[in-house]
């Protein structure tokens, strides 16, 4: 069995059908094992037989479509490839705190084989550089302001809605729990 985690887009704890517990129901009914929620944002951690990643991300998201009436994304990393992309270390020397975010934007599985890093800057945003192993944007955003970076809208307009960004605290939190339940 190979641990994953579904970084779910668009997740509202405020909606009844979007809860933790009815987003671990789905992934049970799927027969998934180990299944657990990280915060109450998206990030489910599940253990299955192993295979690719666009065929969960499609499995899992049409069963969210179907029993929650959740349309948005779902993009699948399994333990491995998130445990190498903690221990490579990108934001070496940078600290995530209440003005200064690191965030890592996730893309779906083989959704875009060409990326390429904004030609326009960002006085907001800091790009640290494109992770192609784990498939993310990984970026500094300066909080200090209530604007937007522009960099997310850039984001946003590049690849649509085969992304989601989690904070670095999250990636963490997430690996750490696939490690727990093992």
């Known amino acids: 069995m190979t641990m994953y985690a579904a970084l779910l887009r668009g997740i509202m704890p405020s909606n009844p059908n979007m809860s933790n ?13 180990s299944v657990a929620s990280v915060l109450a944002s998206g990030n489910i951690v599940f253990a299955a037989e192993s295979t690719s990643s666009a065929e969960l991300e ?12 959740i349309p948005g994304g779902t993009i699948i990393r399994d333990h491995a490839e998130l445990r190498a992309l903690l221990d490579r270390d990108p934001f070496a020397g ?12 996730f893309f779906k ?7 390429e890093l904004p030609t326009e800057s960002d006085p907001l945003t800091k790009v640290v550089g494109y992770d192609a192993e784990a498939r993310a944007f990984l970026s500094i955003s300066d909080n200090s302001t209530p604007r ?10 590049n690849y649509g809605k085969d992304i989601t960004t989690r904070t670095w605290l999250t990636v963490q939190r997430i690996v750490k729990k696939m490690e727990s339940v093992k």
């Open 148 to 157: 937007t970076p522009n960099f997310m809208a850039w984001l946003d307009r």
């Open 94 to 105: 940078y600290t995530h705190g209440r003005e200064t975010y690191l965030t890592a934007t």
């Open 21 to 33: 517990e009815k987003l671990r129901g789905v992934f049970t009914g799927l027969g998934f094992g």
């Open 58 to 69: 499609d499995r899992i998201q049409e069963a969210l479509n179907a029993e929650l009436g």
């Open 109 to 115: 599985d083989a959704a875009h084989p060409r990326v």
